[in-house]
């Protein structure tokens, strides 16, 4: 595949995050090197869900590509236009992605689905955000060893929030950088001393660490499930 006149897919936020956020995403879990307690991926013929070694909770966005197959088709797309951009080239990888921003964007959230699956690709993030000052990016993100090489470099428009429940948790104590946890409860955020995020406005500035309630289709009889059907019905 050439990426002559390829372009990638962003989508348009959710009701969570409002429309007038633009968003971008991979396979999730096979794009997330450091992804642990939350590892899970989609077969990308079948859709089929397999969770890892270590999954206490199912990731919300490999259960929306074993149920939308258009939706992961989209995201095995943007991989492979990324693959054949260069994936140790993050120039050309930040070229593709310039060229395929939506031109109404203002705000755009890195991986809904997926992560920096190498340190050139955060690179090319990197160089995007540098030459769209006009853009606020931001993204949750696992792999914390790529992010804190480069922290030097990264512009004030990219807001990088670490994602406790991978590979190298052990990182983030110490190292300054904002942190979310996922949560069962508002009671387990309050017992934390953590406000919860409803809307992203938390992950779209440097404002400090917070909490994410459990969301997504959770692997039967789980821990996770139970604590969703809970969440659930108080809603309802």
Same mark, same amino acid.
């Given at each position: 595949m050439t990426t002559k006149n390829k372009k990638l897919s962003f989508g348009k936020g959710n009701a969570k995050? #409002? &429309?007038h956020v633009y968003t971008f995403s991979l396979p999730a879990g096979?794009?997330? +090197?450091?992804? =642990?307690?939350?590892? !899970?991926?989609? &077969?990308?013929?079948? #859709?089929?869900i397999k969770d890892g070694p270590q999954t206490v909770f199912r990731c919300f966005a490999a259960s929306m590509e074993a149920r939308m197959p258009s939706v992961r088709v989209s995201r095995w797309n943007n991989l492979d236009i990324l693959r054949a951009a260069g994936l140790t080239d993050s120039q050309a990888m930040a070229d593709l992605i310039l060229s395929s921003i939506p031109r109404m964007a203002k705000k755009i959230r *890195?991986?809904?689905a997926g992560d920096f699956f190498n340190p050139e690709y955060l690179r090319a993030w990197i160089r995007v955000a540098q030459a769209r +000052? &006009? *853009?606020l990016f931001y993204a949750y993100t696992k792999s914390v060893p790529f992010v804190l090489a480069e922290r030097g470099n990264i512009p004030f428009n990219l807001v990088?929030?670490?994602s406790i429940g991978g590979k190298a948790d052990k990182? *983030? =104590? #110490? !190292? #300054?950088?904002? !942190?979310a946890r996922v949560v069962y409860s508002e009671q387990e955020a309050s017992f934390l001393g953590l406000p919860i995020d409803h809307d992203d406005s938390h992950a779209q500035r440097a404002g400090g660490s917070f909490a994410l309630l459990i969301h997504g289709t959770q692997p039967k009889g789980s821990k996770a499930a139970k604590a969703l059907a809970e969440l659930n019905k108080a809603l309802n």
């Open positions: 995050v #409002g &429309d096979h794009t997330c +090197p450091f992804a =642990n307690e939350c590892l !899970s991926r989609a &077969d990308k013929k079948t #859709g089929k *890195i991986h809904v +000052p &006009d *853009i990088i929030t670490a990182l *983030i =104590n #110490g !190292s #300054g950088l904002q !942190s």
